[in-house]
Structures are given as structure tokens and as C-alpha cells.
């Protein structure tokens, strides 16, 4: 690693990104991303800051399938929020998105030719492979976002398969999105995103089939196995190019967090949040110890010195404890 220069170094970083410094914000963003060392350093820090401790933050995930019109009804969500004086920020994992006909501008939105708006942040962020989920990385990330103060945190999660399982694992509630027609309902049962949803939106209200598409998704969900823990998920539907529907949904969003607080699984989800994130630390940290540390090399030789034929079964036992000693 290339040494850091003082103004770069993360401890001084987040003491700036503390008092409200965007480009501190952005900088350990990418630190978080791509030099998770570097990152570690102030990790700590973070978790301790009261936003992060008490989890201040809305954090919701917007999945659904390729162009369901999830980055268009972010657009919309990020611009509802912001007339009502509420701060949001965006992380996507959608390298292809242009966002709204460059109403961005850099991070900020830019609402009609006005001065851009601090209370609105986006970045795009790395994905992990092309199935579209959110690198490891995604987790430090809204922590950092959240410990810089915003009260609204979307992740918006591409594609089918496993990423949705990502973004509901970073987020407190995640809202699925399908498309009036195409049998997106069905599709979702196959790919999980039912299990994974808490919210759900028929999106492009302007196209024929919208409410229907809403009756039968209401009838899939009410057979849901898991009803009478969590109660069936409200079923909305939205036009984002017009906005209509989209007023109703900062109160859905914030009535289901409250129902899934009072029940104990939002802080069941931080907790399986923290385990995943540990183990996968831990994990990465033994691997890399192996791969760079003497004690394999150790192991192998003592056996072999030894001449005594001891089995690659006995030997791991022992290179196990070595490790963890
Ligand atoms: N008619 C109609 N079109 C919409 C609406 N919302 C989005 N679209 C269009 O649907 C297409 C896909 O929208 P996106 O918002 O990019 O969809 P997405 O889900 O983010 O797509 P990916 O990130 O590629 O998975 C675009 O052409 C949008 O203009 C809507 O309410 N009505
Ligand atoms: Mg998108």
C-alpha cells in the first residue's frame, strides 16, 4: 500500500468527515471499498460514533428486477424527502444508471437550476461480480453515511439472484419493486425476493395492469408462511415519473420499521448483520495468516521432520491451534 499522505490519513479523515466535510465522506467511502486495512484503522471510531451506536439512520434497500424502475423511484423518493426537509443518502450498485438526465450534480441533486443541495448524497459503489450484489465493503459504507448524520439511508441492489439477500442484510427493511406486467410476481418467488421483501411496490402505475398486478402479489403474499410473526407487507403502487403513489411511501416505510422494532427483528437482523460481518472478517483474517504466516510451513515441516506420517486431518487440527493460540 502506497503510503498516505497526513490530510488522507483516516483518523483525520473522519475527524473532518465530523464536521460535516463532504469530500471526507467520500474519501473513506472509497477507503471502505477498496483498502479495507486502511479502513480498519478508524473502524472502531465509527462504531462508536452515537449515530452509528444507536442506530439513527432509516436504512432501506430498493431491489427488484432490471429496470423495475428502482434508480427512477430513488430519484423521486431522494426529491419527496428533500422538500420535507429530511436528509438522504443513496448508495447504488448501478453502473449503468445515468440518474434522471444529469440532475446530479457530482454527489448532490441539483432541484431546478438552484444551488446544489447538501442534504442529498449519492455514490455509486463496486459490486460484487455481475450478479449485481454489494461488495463486503457496503456495510462500512453505511455505516460511515450514517455516522455523518443522514436520517435516510437507500441502497438500491441490482439484478436477481443473491444480491437481494445482500441488501437486506445491510439495510433495516427493504423494499421490492416489480413491474405491472411480465410476471415479475413469479419470478420473485423463484429468486426469494419475497422472503427478503417488507415493503412491496407495483412501480410504472401509468401502464395497464398495475392494480391487478398489486391484487395478485396482496393474494402470493398472504400465503407467505411467515405471516403471523412479521403480518402481511403492505403492497403499494407508485408512477416515479410522476410522482403519484410516491407520497404514501416515507410513511409505509417508517410504520413497517416501527412494527419490525416493536417486534425484536430489527435488532435480531443488526445482530445476524454483526455476526455475518465478523465471521467474514475472522474468515479473511485465518486465510490470509495461512497464506503469509509461517505457521503451515511450520506444521508441514515438524510432521515431515518428525517422519511419523501423521494425516492432513491431524495436521490441520494442529496448524488450527497454532493459529489460534
Ligand atoms: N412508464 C413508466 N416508465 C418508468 C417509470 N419509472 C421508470 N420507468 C422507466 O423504466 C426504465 C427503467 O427504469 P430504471 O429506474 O432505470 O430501472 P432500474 O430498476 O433502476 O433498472 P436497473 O438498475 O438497470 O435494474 C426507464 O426507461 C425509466 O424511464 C414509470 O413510473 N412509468
Ligand atoms: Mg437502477
Known amino acids: 500500500m502506497p503510503a498516505m499522505a497526513p490530510a488522507d490519513e483516516p483518523r483525520l479523515l473522519f475527524e473532518r468527515l465530523q464536521s460535516g466535510d463532504r469530500r471526507a465522506l467520500a474519501r473513506l467511502l472509497s477507503l471502505a471499498e477498496s483498502e479495507p486495512d486502511a479502513f480498519a484503522t478508524v473502524a ?111 441502497v438500491e441492489a441490482a439484478g436477481a439472484g443473491q444480491s437481494e439477500i445482500e441488501v437486506a442484510f445491510v439495510c433495516d427493511l427493504t423494499l421490492v419493486l416489480f413491474t405491472p406486467g411480465g410476471g415479475d410476481a413469479v419470478q420473485a418467488l423463484k429468486a426469494g ?76 437482523r443488526a445482530r445476524s448483520r454483526l455476526e455475518r460481518r465478523v465471521r467474514h472478517l475472522a474468515l479473511g483474517e485465518i486465510e490470509r495468516r495461512l497464506l503469509t504466516g509461517a505457521e503451515l510451513r511450520g506444521t508441514i515441516d515438524a510432521s515431515l521432520a518428525a517422519a511419523k506420517g501423521a494425516s492432513a486431518h491431524r495436521l490441520a487440527r494442529e496448524l488450527l491451534g497454532r493459529l489460534l493460540r
Open 44 to 154: 472502531d471510531t465509527v462504531a462508536a460514533t452515537p449515530h452509528v451506536k444507536e442506530r439513527r439512520a432509516l436504512r432501506l434497500g430498493i431491489t427488484g428486477p432490471g429496470g423495475a424502475g428502482k434508480s427512477t423511484l430513488v430519484d423521486a423518493l431522494v426529491r419527496l424527502l428533500r422538500t420535507r426537509g429530511e436528509t438522504v443518502a443513496v448508495l447504488a450498485t448501478d453502473p449503468t444508471s445515468e440518474r434522471s438526465g444529469g440532475a446530479l450534480l457530482g454527489d448532490r441533486v441539483r432541484f431546478n437550476q438552484d444551488q446544489p443541495d447538501d442534504g442529498a448524497f449519492f455514490r455509486s459503489v463496486a459490486t460484487r461480480g455481475a450478479a449485481g450484489g454489494l461488495a463486503h465493503g457496503g456495510f462500512d459504507q453505511v455505516d460511515l453515511l450514517e455516522a455523518f448524520g443522514f436520517q435516510w439511508i437507500v
Open 193 to 268: 425476493l419475497m422472503e427478503a421483501g417488507d415493503i412491496f411496490c407495483i412501480s410504472k402505475a401509468d401502464l395497464p395492469g398495475a392494480d391487478t398486478a398489486a391484487a395478485t402479489l396482496r393474494a402470493a403474499l398472504e400465503l407467505r408462511a411467515d405471516r403471523d410473526l412479521e403480518g402481511v407487507p403492505p403492497v403499494a403502487v407508485v408512477c416515479a415519473l410522476d410522482g403519484r403513489g410516491v407520497d404514501r411511501l416515507p410513511g409505509l416505510v417508517r410504520e413497517r420499521a416501527e412494527h419490525l422494532r416493536r417486534s425484536g427483528e430489527r435488532d435480531r
